[in-house]
């Protein structure tokens, strides 16, 4: 039986420091997932990845006219000034708005939103350096990055992230001076992967997926040590007795990187993946008020279902057909569907700050959403038959190569 309390402190557990890819961190998350997992009587493998992380050197913004210094937040991939900084006007530019950028170069943007692609190209070589507020005022700078591939394909752009507040009070400055300094590495990283074969239909696979690292800097207790835990607590329920079909759990890394863990593990088991006919993706988990919602990227059959069982739990699952900027979509992309379950909470606002602490975990977060993934992972390890196509309708695979082309270079 799933244990709500077993998943709470085991995400408390996680999130006692950061897990960021390629760090101590991350190893020390992988090292407590492969000992849970393995106490539960599963064989775990740990599947290697190279993937390309960054360590940031020096952060400073201040106001030159008037005189202050802002507290402020690189942005990972993004580029570098060297130890004097870049000195320029600042000018605000909105969402990157042609109609805001200046003709001349030199300057240093002010944004209301991170750029995306397209805006990002046409910033470098006419921007110094970019300023990033954010976008709620309860939030502290995000802890994020670009992809790297973005600073390879178009050049440096030095950027941070500000506060809301700061960002305002910004707004009276005509020059600032911005230095950031952060180094590139390749680094190693890995996966985590335990199996329970089924006795009737082997080849058949349900892959339960989480990521367990986190931002830079950032314990990433909701986002997403909760979902990890979550993942560990169903594999343990799940370990006794006996299914028709295959459960796999995979906890990837590099997921705050875009995707990278779950892109990794696409890659290496290619020829494998026929086998795999649906990926239950966690992410964003154990908060203790909240809401809990799915994200159904595959057919209508499979949302009807999911809504019909949770009708029948009595639980007031949102649940919608889109695509959700996690793990699950990796699979989508080949064409798997994915049913993402998250949990809309208090906290979400701190996602990728150094606020997502664990403070507010609690097994009251997993109380109603936790037994219910158990029923509805037994009643699929067990049918005869699923009840739904294993495919991703038209609309849904159009949406998710939008995705992937928005970052994609």
Known sequence: MFDPSYAASLAARLAEK?????????RRGAEIISGELKAAGYDVRREGFRVETYRVVEARLESLNPSFKVPCSPVGFSGETGEEGVEGDLVYIEGADPALLPSQSGWIGLSSVRPGKEEWRELVGKASGLVIAESNACRLPSHVSIPYEWREKYGSLPAVYVSYSDAYRLLGSKRVRLVLRQEYRRSLAFNIVAEKRGYKYPDEVILVTAHYDSV???????????????????????????????LR???FSGEELGLRGSQAYVKKHRDELGEI????????????IG???????????????????????????????NVMSSD??????EDIPALNFYRSCGTGVYMHTIRDNGRFISEQGYALIGPFVEALLRELLDAEKLPFKREVPSDLKKKVDEYFSRWRV
């Open 291 to 321: 809401r809990n919602a799915s994200v159904v990227t595959g057919p209508k059959e499979l949302r009807n279902y999911v809504e019909s069982k949770a009708k029948i739990a009595g639980l007031n699952l949102q649940v919608s057909e």
């Open 328 to 333: 699950g979509t990796s699979f989508a992309q």
């Open 249 to 251: 759990v995979a906890l």
């Open 18 to 26: 950061p897990r960021f890819t390629g760090t101590p961190g991350e």
């Open 277 to 288: 006919k649906l990926v239950v993706n966690l992410d964003v988990h154990g908060d203790a």
């Open 216 to 246: 830079r800097g950032v314990r990433g207790a909701i986002d997403n040590a909760g979902g990890a835990a979550f993942a560990v607590a169903l594999a343990r329920a799940l370990a006794q007795g006996e299914f028709k079909r295959t």
